[in-house]
């Protein structure tokens, strides 16, 4: 991950494109450096063609007076000049060896490792300057683009211009494919060429973009002889860098310096500043005791923050890595700053901004609902797909959809106060969202507001969970009472059987089910009070509300009640079934949707948080045919008169077509194999579309800890809940028992899992005597079994407490 040292200061060099000149002005920033009695460093982290033009050679060559403060280094050297990735394949071949490219993992992990020596070698300012190779998108050893490679370090950033014919444009387009990344450019330098003038152009371009920009006169031309040669260049870089002090590259060290000082003022002040201005989401303030309890994310990649604190850490940086163990509330699917969602996004923006979407359309929305609607989680059942802002608002739609649907075929026998009073069938410890008729579809409870008014009858539902090794369904009071049972909980022997739904269908568990879910609805409707329009469920788990995982099968009947039926037809039946699948859609537990596994499919359904890897918000509410035409007339009033500012904005569904296009590769890959494979030979006895990222013999362990009361696990999702008398949403059980995973530990036999290999911390949410672990769907399974271990370590540890 990314560094910052108060005495080091690292600059990393970029290209416009071969032959600009980088290693002639690092030579100038090196030697500028070194004149004012700093000890400089020089990495070269991959260098092809003779060693004798080695480009650390050269900067070693012209250091000048000052040489003794000067260290530099090649981490990997190619005598082949050609491109790094082809000059790494030909050295294979030359040896007779396959497969042994070094990864942009080793040379991302060698370049941190570097820095990180640099840092505990030098007490003193110093600094360093990382050159890379040829342009901004020439490859590294793996053929990996440079400014992808080496994102995961996010070095301050110094690009060589191109002074040549075109070199305008590609100046311009380097810069924009650093930003486009996430680089800080803190300079540009380039040659001044008489004839193309190029720097006259580029210099108020960037210093409009507040980015200083030198044009440095051009190295006088070869001379055959080599003794000629080194003086006149030796001449040449006296005249860069006199010793007075005072030149256009003394300016631009001056420049660098500043930029590293003010960003560690700017972050240091981050903290004081937020608490004076920022009123957080579930945030107790009263309980922000100092700044050092506000979390600084200086940056992000992969599954890591870069974490600032203004102490430096045994390895040296102000920043440590942190992994997101929350996937940045349930919104992560591919890792911070992809790539590929970015470029997605900014090509919407450019082709687009953003357009008015009543009666119109633009491919990004199009080509979204067809593949939603047609292959994705509306397969089969769906013919429709709204787009709103987020989650809690496309619950919103979803219930206008109901509402009028239940509203049109009943209607006549309702006035209008009936209609305002209309309830739903829901589940105890539900969550639909913050906005005002998302909570009313809840009981109230921690995130209900003044104007709550709860409009429904909310059933408690068994769950399943893990307890002591064994899969567990746990049956709430109404339930045992309705069995005759003295004890809650039942062994069901495996996961696979508790997921089977359609073999469940005939357990005397399941007539219990029945019998109880019909009664209650009997009661409800003989006893009058509130008419209920629709039943909205998250199916098997419920997030927000503890992460509560239901047992399908009650799911699955309480829908099949309610219809009359064991399945849908071509029009709803009863009363329209809404599934809230924000948290679970789109694979977040191991299924893109939940319908196959229960073997119903809802009338509308909502997508979020996954919908658009995280990047941006959007939601989809799905609706079958008999649900949209409940809204067709030849009055306009009669339409769903429901929309948003930013209804299918292009740049959201830009980005959600590249993620759900990378999905569909993911899940095809061997780690998701091979994490499937595990949980179907486990005692657990998962199958296909049962299984976790997490390991079943660490999630068994972990179960039989004695302050465990239970857990679960499905797909990414790991959630813990502690023995704690006091429990529900105020406890801090959780919180107090993982506090110590924070902190940036690595075991002396571990290899840190974080991009740089640096000791890391982990950031996690609990919800009360609840903590839940969440993973992107493409974390490295080293990653998580690092994860895995600094929890059981901590639960451990605490045993002794």
Same mark, same amino acid.
């Given at each position: 991950?990314?560094?910052?040292?108060?005495?080091?200061?690292?600059?990393?060099?970029?290209?416009?494109?071969?032959?600009?000149?980088?290693?002639?002005?690092?030579?100038?920033?090196?030697?500028?450096?070194?004149?004012?009695?700093?000890?400089?460093?020089?990495?070269?982290?991959?260098?092809?063609?003779?060693?004798?033009?080695?480009?650390?050679?050269?900067?070693?060559?012209?250091?000048?007076?000052?040489?003794?403060?000067?260290?530099?280094?090649?981490?990997?050297?190619?005598?082949?000049?050609?491109?790094?990735?082809?000059?790494?394949?030909?050295?294979?071949?030359?040896?007779?060896?396959?497969?042994?490219?070094?990864?942009?993992?080793?040379?991302?992990?060698?370049?941190?490792?570097?820095?990180?020596?640099?840092?505990?070698?030098?007490?003193?300012?110093?600094?360093?300057?990382?050159?890379?190779?040829?342009?901004?998108?020439?490859?590294?050893?793996?053929?990996?683009?440079?400014?992808?490679?080496?994102?995961?370090?996010?070095?301050?950033?110094?690009?060589?211009?191109?002074?040549?014919?075109?070199?305008?444009?590609?100046?311009?387009?380097?810069?924009?494919?650093?930003?486009?990344?996430?680089?800080?450019?803190?300079?540009?330098?380039?040659?001044?060429?008489?004839?193309?003038?190029?720097?006259?152009?580029?210099?108020?371009?960037?210093?409009?973009?507040?980015?200083?920009?030198?044009?440095?006169?051009?190295?006088?031309?070869?001379?055959?002889?080599?003794?000629?040669?080194?003086?006149?260049?030796?001449?040449?870089?006296?005249?860069?860098?006199?010793?007075?002090?005072?030149?256009?590259?003394?300016?631009?060290?001056?420049?660098?310096?500043?930029?590293?000082?003010?960003?560690?003022?700017?972050?240091?002040?981050?903290?004081?500043?937020?608490?004076?201005?920022?009123?957080?989401?579930?945030?107790?303030?009263?309980?922000?005791?100092?700044?050092?309890?506000?979390?600084?994310?200086?940056?992000?990649?992969?599954?890591?923050?870069?974490?600032?604190?203004?102490?430096?850490?045994?390895?040296?940086?102000?920043?440590?890595?942190?992994?997101?163990?929350?996937?940045?509330?349930?919104?992560?699917?591919?890792?911070?700053?992809?790539?590929? %969602?970015?470029? &997605?996004?900014?090509?919407?923006?450019? #082709? @687009? *901004?953003?357009?008015?979407?009543? =009666? !119109?359309?633009?491919?990004?929305?199009?080509?979204?609902?067809?593949?939603?609607?047609?292959?994705?989680?509306?397969?089969?059942?769906?013919?429709?797909?709204?787009?709103?802002?987020?989650?809690?608002?496309?619950?919103?739609?979803? %219930?206008?959809? &109901?509402?009028?649907?239940?509203?049109? #075929? @009943? *209607?006549?026998?309702?006035?209008? =106060? !009936?209609?305002?009073?209309?309830?739903?069938?829901?589940?105890?410890?539900?969550?639909?969202?913050?906005?005002?008729?998302?909570?009313?579809?809840?009981?109230?409870?921690?995130?209900?507001?003044?104007?709550?008014?709860?409009?429904?009858?909310?059933?408690?539902?068994?769950?399943?969970?893990?307890?002591? *090794?064994?899969?567990?369904?746990?049956?709430?009071?109404?339930?045992?009472?309705?069995?005759?049972?003295?004890?809650?909980?039942?062994?069901?022997?495996?996961?696979?059987?508790?997921?089977?739904?359609?073999?469940?269908?005939?357990?005397?568990?399941?007539?219990?089910?029945?019998?109880?879910?019909?009664?209650?609805?009997?009661?409800?409707?003989?006893?009058?009070?509130?008419?209920?329009?629709?039943?909205?469920?998250?199916?098997?788990?419920?997030?927000?509300?503890?992460?509560?995982?239901?047992?399908?099968?009650?799911?699955?009947?309480?829908?099949?009640?309610?219809?009359?039926?064991?399945?849908?037809?071509?029009?709803?039946?009863?009363?329209?079934?809404?599934?809230?699948?924000?948290?679970?859609?789109?694979?977040?537990?191991?299924?893109?949707?939940?319908?196959?596994?229960?073997?119903?499919?809802?009338?509308?359904?909502?997508?979020?948080?996954?919908?658009?890897?995280?990047?941006?918000?959007?939601?989809?509410?799905?609706?079958?045919?008999?649900?949209?035409?409940?809204?067709?007339?030849?009055?306009?009033?009669?339409?769903?008169?429901?929309?948003?500012?930013?209804?299918?904005?292009?740049?959201?569904?830009?980005?959600?077509?590249?993620?759900?296009?990378?999905?569909?590769?993911?899940?095809?890959?061997?780690?998701?194999?091979?994490?499937?494979?595990?949980?179907?030979?486990?005692?657990?006895?998962?199958?296909?579309?049962?299984?976790?990222?997490?390991?079943?013999?660490?999630?068994?362990?972990?179960?039989?800890?004695?302050?465990?009361?239970?857990?679960?696990?499905?797909?990414?999702?790991?959630?813990?809940?502690?023995?704690?008398?006091?429990?529900?949403?105020?406890?801090?059980?959780?919180?107090?028992?993982?506090?110590?995973?924070?902190?940036?530990?690595?075991?002396?036999?571990?290899?840190?899992?974080?991009?740089?290999?640096?000791?890391?911390?982990?950031?996690?949410?609990?919800?009360?005597?609840?903590?839940?672990?969440?993973?992107?769907?493409?974390?490295?399974?080293?990653?998580?079994?690092?994860?895995?271990?600094?929890?059981?370590?901590?639960?451990?540890?605490?045993?002794?407490?």
């Amino acid at each position: 991950m990314s560094t910052l040292f108060k005495h080091l200061r690292v600059h990393q060099i970029f290209g416009a494109n071969t032959d600009v000149g980088k290693t002639v002005l690092t030579s100038a920033l090196v030697r500028a450096s070194a004149s004012r009695n700093n000890k400089v460093f020089y990495l070269k982290p991959v260098s092809t063609g003779p060693p004798q033009d080695a480009d650390d050679r050269h900067i070693t060559r012209y250091a000048g007076s000052h040489k003794h403060l000067l260290h530099t280094d090649c981490l990997f050297r190619y005598e082949e000049p050609v491109s790094p990735h082809l000059a790494a394949q030909l050295a294979l071949e030359r040896n007779g060896v396959k497969g042994a490219i070094p990864s942009d993992r080793t040379l991302v992990d060698s370049i941190a490792n570097y820095i990180r020596r640099c840092s505990s070698s030098s007490p003193q300012a110093a600094h360093l300057f990382v050159e890379t190779a040829g342009g901004v998108h020439s490859p590294t050893l793996s053929g990996t683009s440079q400014l992808d490679c080496y994102r995961p370090l996010l070095l301050p950033t110094i690009l060589i211009g191109d002074a040549k014919l075109g070199g305008i444009s590609s100046t311009i387009s380097s810069y924009e494919s650093l930003l486009l990344r996430g680089y800080s450019i803190d300079a540009v330098l380039l040659f001044r060429d008489v004839y193309y003038r190029n720097w006259e152009y580029l210099k108020p371009y960037f210093e409009e973009r507040g980015i200083h920009l030198a044009a440095i006169d051009y190295p006088p031309p070869r001379i055959a002889d080599l003794e000629e040669d080194l003086v006149s260049t030796e001449q040449y870089y006296q005249t860069l860098v006199p010793q007075n002090g005072r030149s256009d590259i003394y300016e631009v060290i001056d420049c660098l310096d500043a930029c590293h000082t003010r960003r560690i003022q700017e972050l240091d002040s981050l903290p004081r500043r937020t608490l004076d201005t920022v009123w957080w989401p579930f945030v107790q303030h009263g309980l922000v005791k100092s700044e050092k309890d506000v979390t600084v994310i200086d940056s992000a990649a992969s599954d890591f923050f870069s974490i600032y604190s203004s102490h430096e850490t045994t390895q040296g940086s102000l920043l440590t890595p942190q992994f997101d163990g929350s996937a940045s509330w349930w919104t992560q699917a591919l890792g911070h700053a992809h790539p590929e %969602l970015t470029l &997605a996004a900014a090509g919407a923006a450019g #082709r @687009y *901004g953003h357009v008015m979407f009543p =009666q !119109a359309t633009h491919l990004p929305a199009l080509k979204l609902a067809e593949r939603l609607v047609h292959d994705g989680p509306g397969k089969g059942w769906a013919t429709r797909a709204f787009f709103s802002d987020d989650g809690s608002t496309a619950m919103e739609v979803a %219930l206008k959809m &109901a509402l009028r649907a239940y509203t049109i #075929r @009943y *209607g006549k026998r309702l006035d209008a =106060q !009936a209609k305002k009073n209309l309830g739903i069938i829901g589940l105890k410890g539900s969550y639909h969202g913050d906005t005002i008729g998302s909570m009313d579809a809840c009981e109230e409870g921690v995130y209900t507001c003044e104007w709550h008014n709860a409009k429904g009858y909310w059933f408690e539902p068994p769950t399943i969970s893990i307890q002591q *090794g064994k899969i567990i369904v746990s049956l709430p009071p109404a339930l045992m009472a309705t069995m005759g049972s003295t004890t809650s909980d039942i062994d069901v022997g495996s996961l696979s059987w508790a997921y089977d739904v359609p073999i469940r269908l005939d357990t005397p568990l399941a007539e219990v089910y029945r019998e109880y879910i019909a009664r209650t609805l009997q009661n409800l409707k003989v006893n009058g009070g509130l008419e209920l329009a629709a039943v909205v469920l998250e199916p098997l788990v419920m997030g927000a509300g503890g992460m509560i995982f239901v047992d399908p099968l009650f799911q699955r009947i309480l829908v099949d009640v309610v219809r009359g039926s064991s399945g849908s037809s071509n029009s709803w039946t009863g009363l329209p079934i809404i599934f809230d699948e924000v948290f679970v859609g789109l694979y977040r537990i191991g299924m893109e949707s939940t319908g196959p596994l229960l073997g119903v499919y809802p009338d509308i359904s909502v997508n979020a948080k996954i919908l658009t890897g995280g990047l941006v918000p959007m939601a989809i509410t799905l609706a079958s045919d008999s649900i949209f035409k409940a809204f067709m007339s030849n009055n306009k009033t009669d339409a769903l008169l429901h929309g948003h500012s930013y209804t299918a904005h292009p740049i959201g569904c830009a980005v959600a077509n590249k993620t759900l296009d990378i999905i569909e590769k993911l899940v095809e890959t061997q780690h998701w194999t091979d994490a499937q494979e595990k949980w179907v030979k486990t005692s657990c006895g998962g199958r296909n579309n049962v299984w976790s990222f997490w390991d079943p013999d660490f999630v068994n362990t972990l179960s039989r800890m004695p302050k465990v009361d239970e857990l679960m696990t499905l797909g990414t999702v790991l959630a813990i809940k502690f023995k704690d008398e006091q429990g529900g949403y105020g406890s801090h059980s959780a919180q107090t028992l993982l506090q110590s995973i924070k902190g940036s530990v690595l075991d002396e036999q571990s290899v840190s899992p974080a991009p740089g290999g640096a000791p890391f911390g982990i950031n996690y949410r609990t919800l009360g005597n609840v903590a839940y672990f969440m993973t992107s769907l493409n974390t490295p399974s080293a990653t998580i079994r690092s994860v895995e271990d600094r929890i059981w370590n901590a639960l451990d540890k605490s045993l002794a407490s």
